[in-house]
C-alpha cells in the first residue's frame, strides 16, 4: 500500500507567498496537487490561456486564470502574529490534533 503525501497547507488555508513574482503577496488556496505538491490561490500567479468556442464557453478568447505554485514557496498566514509562520502540531485535550503556530501558539485550524 503506497503512503499518502503530506502537506503543511490544506484547501481553504490563508497563506503568504515566499518566493518568486508574487512574493509578499496572501491569499486563499482554492485547490491543492498532492502529487506535484502544488498549490493553486486565489487571485496569485494569474495566467493567460486561449480558448476556442466551445457549449461551455461560447464567446470563447483569452481566459486568466490562477496558475500553480509549489507547496514549498508557501507558508500559513498567522491571524495573531499578521506573519508567515511555520506550522507545528499538537494534541488537544480532546484527542484533536490541530496545527498551531511555531511563534505565538495560535491554533491555526479552524
Not at 503577496?25 to 495566467?47: A, D, P, Q, T, Y
Not at 490561456?49 to 464567446?59: F, G, I, L, M, Y
Request: aromatic content about 0%; glycine content about 8%; overall charge positive.
Amino acid at each position: 500500500m503506497a503512503q499518502r503525501a503530506m502537506l503543511h497547507v490544506k484547501k481553504g488555508d490563508t497563506v503568504v507567498v515566499l518566493a518568486g513574482k508574487e512574493k509578499g503577496r496572501s491569499g486563499k488556496i482554492m485547490s491543492v496537487n498532492l502529487k506535484k505538491s502544488r498549490v493553486f490561490v486565489e487571485k496569485i500567479n494569474m495566467i493567460k490561456r486561449h480558448s476556442r468556442p466551445s457549449k461551455t464557453a461560447p464567446q470563447g478568447g483569452i481566459i486568466e486564470k490562477e496558475g500553480p505554485l509549489h507547496a514549498s514557496n508557501v507558508n500559513l498566514l498567522c491571524p495573531k502574529c499578521n506573519k508567515a509562520v511555520r506550522a507545528r502540531s499538537r494534541m488537544l485535550e480532546d484527542g484533536k490534533k490541530v496545527r498551531v503556530c511555531a511563534k505565538c501558539s495560535e491554533i491555526l485550524d479552524q
